[in-house]
C-alpha cells in the first residue's frame, strides 16, 4: 500500500491493521510521533491526517484515508510553523517526550480557531498530557502562535 508522509510518497508492506504510530516509526525511520500510552490517551503519538489531528497509535494504517504530516513536516529549522516557533520562544519543553504531540495538537487546533480563549485552548490541549506540567507555558506559546499566524 501507498503512503503519503510529509509529502513523500513510501510503498509499504504492512498488515492494514498495524497501527500507523508503527509504520511511521519502525517502517519509515520517522521518530517524531511518540509511543506513550498506546490507546490514544495521552497524545504523544498526535500526528495529522488529512490536516486533522490524530493519534497514530490507534490508527490502523489501513484505514488512513490523506496525507500525513508528522512533527518533522510541520516546519522545518529554517522556516517554524508558527506554533514551533512559539514553543521556542516560550521554552515550552522540558523533557520534550510528549513535545510533538503538543505541538500537533495545537497546530491543529489554531488552523481553526484563529482568536482562542484561555478556557478553548486548556480544552483543546487538555487530552494531551504532560508529566512536567508546562500547560502555563503551552497556553502563552498558543496565544503567541494565534497572534503570528493571524499576522501579528
Not at 493519534?55 to 490523506?66: A, E, F, I
Not at 508546562?134 to 499566524?149: F, G, N, S
Amino acid at each position: 500500500m501507498q503512503l503519503t508522509v510529509n509529502k513523500k510518497t513510501h510503498e509499504i508492506d504492512v498488515e492494514p491493521e498495524m497501527p500507523l504510530l508503527w509504520v511511521l516509526r519502525d517502517e519509515l525511520g520517522i521518530t517524531g510521533p511518540k509511543f506513550g500510552c498506546g490507546v490514544g490517551f495521552c497524545g504523544a503519538c498526535t500526528v495529522h491526517v488529512g490536516g486533522v489531528a490524530m493519534r497514530s497509535c490507534s490508527v490502523p494504517v489501513g484505514s488512513v484515508k490523506g496525507l500525513v504530516t508528522t512533527i518533522e513536516g510541520l516546519g522545518n529549522p529554517k522556516a517554524l510553523h508558527a506554533v514551533q516557533a512559539a514553543w521556542v520562544e516560550h521554552q515550552v519543553a522540558q523533557c520534550g517526550y510528549c513535545q510533538s504531540g503538543q505541538i500537533m495538537t495545537a497546530a491543529a487546533f489554531l488552523s481553526s480557531v484563529r482568536n482562542p480563549t484561555d478556557q478553548q485552548i486548556d480544552d483543546a490541549m487538555s487530552a494531551n498530557l504532560c508529566r512536567c506540567g508546562t500547560y502555563p507555558r503551552i497556553r502563552l506559546a498558543l496565544k503567541t502562535a494565534a497572534q503570528k499566524l493571524k499576522g501579528g
